[in-house]
């Protein structure tokens, strides 16, 4: 675990450097992250705790996930966010819910691959996504990635 922080701070810092962003001794970046109850959140505390140990300090923003991630770096409360890679590819493109591209963005690392899974009681007998209709379904926060593909997901299947 030590090394896989320790590499992706070492890139998160050559980023920066290459980026030319400027950084003095006494300011810090913000990270925008997810619900704290979430798993961004806590990924963005360790970038945070890795960082710091190198003098470089990030504050980390709780948030509702990667839609609003893309509006905190647009309206710059945020320096860096975790988001969706599809959420980022519809932000920079200006596709689906992004009426305008984001062309101010930039991938920098891409953390992980983010599976869906649908999970149903057993005594449900839900056995298609199609199932789901007239149904109450828990689809995550406003804002957050979750929902963007919950809402794609229980479209696509009518």
Not at 61 to 90: R, W
Not at 125 to 152: C, H, M, Y
Request: charged share 20%.
């Amino acid at each position: 675990m030590k090394k896989s922080k320790d590499c992706i701070f070492v890139i998160f810092l050559f980023v920066i450097v290459i980026s030319g962003m400027s950084y003095a001794e006494d300011s810090f970046l913000t990270l925008a992250t997810g619900s704290e109850r979430g798993v961004y959140y806590p990924i963005g505390q360790g970038i945070c705790e890795v960082a710091a140990k190198q003098g470089l300090y990030i504050k980390v923003i709780p948030s509702q996930g990667s839609i609003e991630n893309i509006k905190l770096l647009e309206s710059k409360q945020a320096d860096i966010a975790l988001v969706q890679s599809d959420v980022a590819f519809y932000a920079y493109n200006g596709m689906n819910i992004f009426n305008r591209p984001f062309h101010n963005i930039s991938a920098i690392l891409s953390l992980y691959t983010e599976s869906i899974q649908i999970l149903v009681r057993n005594s449900l007998w839900l056995k298609k996504i199609k199932d789901f209709k007239g149904k109450r379904v828990a689809i995550g926060p406003e804002g957050s990635g979750t929902q963007f593909n919950a809402g794609a997901i229980l479209e696509a299947a009518g």
